[in-house]
């Protein structure tokens, strides 16, 4: 899997969008980019994935550069509740789904 | 649903001492994992299991175990416990289609353990 690397916090004003970076400059043409999140030590939690494309869910967008080197994980209008570690995590869709965990971006939404 | 279903929530054991952590899922996911997460750390994979009688180790399986005989649980053994195993322990479970685009993987609450 390839190494990914993510700024170790950030912050956002709540009803703002947050833009979480991750730098992937290693990533193989068939892996693909995970994000998930983990709120106050429960489980992760996923939010959003995509290989080339732009991906947009209920949760988040993903955009992912034209080379694959990086990605941004957008929350639109981050709440209070968005205050979590978010973990980007780049593999193949092997046949076993595990995944690296680095250290993640500790996202602190203020009011 | 239940999801992924995980007891006990907390334990206390002692050096030396054994213990099994469960692990269950009502998903029919063939895939399953134990993660363990140190203080302000990532998850790092200690086993994995793709399917009822098949299991691997991950990153960290010193001093565990681990077996799958049936597709709903995978319980992770630990026997001679050690202040260094002091951690939350979670399990998750996927189910991987090459035909479908996704192979989300769904996590457990955790179990916290402590060794003293």
């Known amino acids: 899997d390839a190494k990914t690397t993510q700024p170790t916090s950030m912050d956002c004003a709540e009803g703002r969008a947050a833009n979480l970076p991750c730098n992937h400059s290693?990533?193989?043409?068939?892996?693909?980019v995970y994000w998930y999140r983990q709120i106050h030590s429960q489980g992760p939690q996923y939010i959003i994935h995509?290989?080339?494309n732009n991906e947009t869910n209920e949760m988040a967008s993903l955009i992912i550069t034209e080379d694959r080197k990086s990605s941004t994980l957008i929350l639109p209008h981050a709440t209070l509740r968005d205050t979590a570690v978010y973990y980007c995590i780049v593999r193949v869709r092997t046949n076993a789904g595990k995944s690296t965990f680095g250290d993640g971006t500790t996202l602190t939404v203020k009011p | 649903n239940a999801g992924v279903t995980q007891t006990p929530k907390f334990r206390i054991l002692k050096i030396g001492q054994s213990m099994t952590l469960q692990c269950a899922q009502d998903?029919?996911?063939?895939?399953m994992y134990w993660y363990r997460q140190d203080p302000g750390m990532g998850l790092k994979l200690i086993y994995y299991s793709v399917g009822a009688g098949i299991t691997d180790k991950g990153e960290v399986p010193n001093g565990y175990n681990v077996s799958r005989s049936t597709t709903e649980d995978f319980p992770l053994r630990l026997e001679l416990a050690a202040p260094s195993q002091t951690s939350v322990y979670f399990c998750?479970?996927?189910?991987?289609?090459?035909?479908?685009?996704?192979?989300?993987?769904?996590f457990g609450p955790g179990t916290r353990l402590t060794v003293l």
């Open positions: 290693t990533i193989s043409g068939n892996e693909y």
């Open positions: 995509g290989l080339k």
């Open positions: 998750a479970s996927s189910s991987f289609d090459p035909g479908q685009d996704t192979d989300t993987q769904y």
């Open positions: 998903m029919n996911h063939n895939y």
